[in-house]
């Protein structure tokens, strides 16, 4: 499979040949929302940013971590960068179904 390239920019989308494609949509939207926004980005972003306030906050460590105020740091930070994770791979899905899209010949 080929390794998806970068348009130039640590933050860019994720680009995909025409047969890496393929095999991605085979899988299904649900899928590729699921591995790149819930997966790719909203869970390890959602982690690093709940325990980045938890140590600026400058509790005790590690049992600061078992705080319900983590907890609900943590849920949502989740949820907001798995959001955001989800609204992203839904443009980069549109723009590689617009990219290769069966054209009829004239």
């Not at 590690?62 to 992203?88: M, Q, Y």
């Amino acid at each position: 499979m080929t390794d998806p390239v970068s348009l130039g920019h640590p933050w860019a989308m994720r680009t995909y040949d025409e047969e890496a494609w393929t095999r991605v949509r085979a899988r299904g939207r649900g899928a590729f929302l699921l591995r790149t926004g819930v997966l790719g980005r909203g869970l390890p972003m959602g982690v690093v940013t709940a325990l980045a306030i938890q140590v600026y906050l400058g509790g005790p460590l590690p049992d600061a971590f078992l705080a319900w105020t983590f907890a609900g740091r943590l849920l949502l930070a989740v949820a907001v960068f798995s959001v955001s994770g989800c609204v992203a791979a839904n443009a980069n899905w549109n723009l590689h179904e617009r990219r290769y899209a069966v054209r009829p010949k004239l």
